[in-house]
């Protein structure tokens, strides 16, 4: 025979049976990564081929295989033998179809996707552990655990921020010492040594943040450089609170609001109504979310006119009951109020400037003095707000004047205790003062030791601006403290580039845009430590935020009580693909295909050895 005889064509053959199962097996775990990155459930009541309720994964790829002759040809081996096993001739068929080999390609993929995060993680050598907790439908505590670090994006050629997903664990306790120690056997069980944790992360609650007996104090005796930096967005969120209930009128004001949203959502006619005559949507109050204010406020704010119009109408046509009508008259009548549009028009602009912040605080790429930066301006912001009582009464008036309520604040009950106020200063003012004392005290407290952290690292965050004689001062905290990582030619690194910066940088660099000019102009081996603590600072987490959006994620994945039951891994591997979608888009299907057929014997071939 030609071309080798036998053997040659059973090796083509073979070749060719390898080429079509891997190309299968392609088709198969693209439909898992498309799935799973959209938050879509996989299985359905039944797992036949053509049965409307045979789930996403079934249901994608019969729509396929009409336009995929591969497909085509491997559905309709499976249906030939399913009819042959009616008539008791069918023999057992592999088809990778299966709600196991489902699971198998989940948990493959997100394998995968972690190992390069590892990777990633261990090139960037420092990082910092983020951790929050919420529960989820089946009343089960989940706990994210995160992974922040800066770095090298070769195909952009730049350093960045980064903040990576690791693992969703089921953990029920809450002291300090326990979440600790759940956070310690996670980064172990994934090879990180915690010796190169060089920040924390976690919301103000005390048994994270308690300086005794709180995770932070617990992990800084395992590693006393782990420097813990407080979520940004919370301890904003509780100066908000504060402020919220910095007196009664504010309080009755905020009640008011939440009132009104509780009343008009009572009924679809009420929504209706509301709709109608104002266009928008009112929403909830919220205590831990503090961007659900201004989503209260400003509606009520904006359409003033509309909302008295609405709830004169919800009055006269629809039929209510006498505790709904009395509900309806009485917000109607705090709302008619010149204190009610006071104050409307000062929390609008206070609730804004806070949520403003907010914005920024939440992204994953920013670093600790802009975080700085930004609540200097806010407390800046809040004392021109104090200062400007007079502009903000002016245009309290031109609203009343919209809805014909006379421009006088009601008169300060007797009963009230209330601090001595000046002769000409009214009592509406006086609670408006109160307020953005609160709001400006918080901010400087609670701040106070972000604040620390960045005066701290001066050396790298000021150079270009530091004098002479201050150099040693400002570098020697940092040589100190991180003397694992810094050696006493650090300060002469600052003061060599202090000396340069003017001739070879942009003035106001952030620590990152810093980094990556060094790097750019190839002076790392000159500035070698002073890139060591930009990346550390870098390093050091602002917020939680990252641990709330994949909770958003957890609840699209386990959206109702049918999904509820998954297993961990499961879980852990789908919330791996949807958070670290970009990730798992680059991933490479003959890696995948390899390491899926090294697990374990498989019926089919697929060119691997074991």
Known sequence: ???????????????????????????????????????????????????????????????????????????????????????????????????????????????????????????????????????????????????????????????????????????????????????????????????????????????????????????????????????????????????????????????????????????????????????????????????????????????????????????????????????????????MSFDAVVLLTVWLKVLQSIDNRNVILQSGKISLDIEAANIRDLTEEMQSLRDAWDTLLAEAKLIAGEINVTPQLSKESSRQKKRRRFHDETAEEETTQETMDSIISDLDTRFQGIAHIVNKFSAVLKVGQISEGKISSVCQPLITKYSSDLTPDFENQVRHLNSVYAANFPPNLSPLELLNAICKLQLQSIFGEVCIALRIFCTLPVTVAGGERAFSKLKMIKKNYLRSTMSQERLCSLAMLSIESQLARKLDFKDLISDFAHEKARRWAFGEKS
Request: aromatic share 8%; charged share 25%.
């Open 1 to 335: 025979m030609k071309d080798g005889g036998v053997d040659s064509l059973l090796n083509k053959e073979l070749q060719t049976e390898i080429e079509k199962n891997r190309a299968i097996l392609e088709r198969l775990l693209d439909v898992t990564l498309h799935l799973a990155s959209r938050n879509l459930p996989f299985r359905g009541k039944t797992k036949d081929l053509d049965d409307i309720h045979n789930g996403n994964f079934l249901g994608t790829l019969e729509l396929l295989s009409h336009y995929d002759p591969l497909l085509k040809e491997h559905f309709q081996k499976i249906r030939d033998n399913k009819q042959k096993q009616k008539e008791g001739k069918g023999t057992r068929l592999t088809h990778y179809l299966s709600s196991d080999s489902q699971n198998e390609f989940i948990n493959l993929c997100g394998r995968q996707v972690l190992k390069r995060i590892l990777q990633e993680r261990e090139d960037a050598i420092y990082y910092a552990v983020i951790c929050d907790a919420t529960p989820d439908i089946s009343h089960t505590e989940q706990n994210v655990v995160l992974l922040r670090y800066v770095k090298y994006d070769k195909e952009n050629d730049e350093w960045e921020i980064t903040e990576r997903f690791l693992e969703f664990r089921d953990f029920h306790k809450k002291t300090g010492s326990e979440i600790a120690e759940m956070i310690d056997a996670v980064l172990h069980d994934h090879g990180i040594d915690i010796g190169d944790c060089r920040g924390q992360g976690y919301d103000n609650g005390a048994n994270m943040s308690g300086k005794i007996k709180g995770v932070q104090a617990q992990i800084l005796k395992k590693n006393k450089l782990a420097t813990y930096s407080p979520c940004a967005s919370h301890t904003l969120n509780l100066v908000g609170v504060h402020a919220a209930q910095s007196s009664p009128e504010v309080s009755t004001f905020f009640g008011c609001i939440n009132r009104l949203y509780t009343f008009v959502s009572g009924s679809p006619e009420r929504w209706a109504i509301y709709k109608e005559q104002t266009g928008c949507s009112l929403h909830r109050l919220s205590d831990t979310r503090w961007s659900a204010r201004i989503e209260a406020v400003k509606p009520v704010a904006k359409h003033l006119p509309s909302v008295l119009k609405s709830l004169d109408s919800i009055v006269m046509t629809c039929s209510l009951t006498s505790e709904a009508r009395s509900e309806a008259n009485g917000l109607r009548k705090y709302f």
